[in-house]
């Protein structure tokens, strides 16, 4: 079985990212150094080539042939499929797919990465669609005070999104002096 890494410069190619997100938030609670359910520690690239009782879920590009990728494929009711029923949920498509476009692509991993799990609850659902919709906006700071003609400061408008993103809008921002006299506008800076 060839263990190749498609990594350049200690970097690994973008279906890393997206693999290792499945892997931290759906593997990882059930097989670390900590709770080796089967045997199985999926922590370190090495750990996880190694495998457990049932040999290494990965054939480094084929997912067909994917232990990994075939658990996480069978119905919910089997007692092999992964993660089990008393875990959760099924992975969706998109997470299947992203671990199987990552092993397609030689199951590259950075060079000393670690892994560590973590909640799928602080991350939406992978086919969950964006919620555009804005709860909040808030400028910062939220009074100016400019003392000499030398002061200067550059506000900043943040938006926060149902979704509970951030986004930087000062770009977008208008922006006014009330009054003239006192201060002056050069862009975002007053």
């Known amino acids: 079985m060839a263990l190749g890494l498609s990594s350049v410069g200690g970097r690994a190619a ?3 990212d997206a693999a290792r997100t499945v892997l931290e938030t759906r593997c990882l609670e059930c097989h670390t150094q900590n709770k080796p359910e089967g045997g199985l520690i999926m922590n370190t690239r090495e750990t996880l080539f190694r495998g457990g ?3 290494s879920p990965i054939e480094s ?3 067909g042939a994917s232990e990994l990728v075939a658990r996480c494929k069978l119905p919910a009711e089997d007692s092999e499929r992964m993660p089990p029923k008393k875990e959760g949920e099924p ?3 998109a997470e299947i797919e992203a671990l199987a476009r990552w092993i397609e692509d030689g199951a590259p991993w950075p060079e000393g990465e670690t892994l560590s799990a973590r909640a799928a609850t ?3 659902r992978w086919d969950a669609p964006a919620d555009p919709r804005i709860v909040a906006i808030e400028a910062y ?3 100016v005070s400019l003392e000499t003609a ?3 400061h550059e506000p900043v408008v943040i938006v926060r999104m149902k979704d509970e993103s ?3 809008v000062t770009h977008l921002s208008k922006w006014i002096v009330e009054n003239p006299a006192i201060a002056k506008l050069e862009g975002t800076r007053l």
């Open 166 to 168: 951030t986004h930087d």
């Open 91 to 93: 992975l969706a498509a």
């Open 14 to 16: 973008p279906t890393f």
């Open 150 to 152: 030398a002061d200067f």
């Open 61 to 63: 590009g084929n997912p």
């Open 122 to 124: 602080a991350l939406p």
């Open 53 to 55: 009782d049932s040999g």
């Open 141 to 143: 700071p939220a009074s």
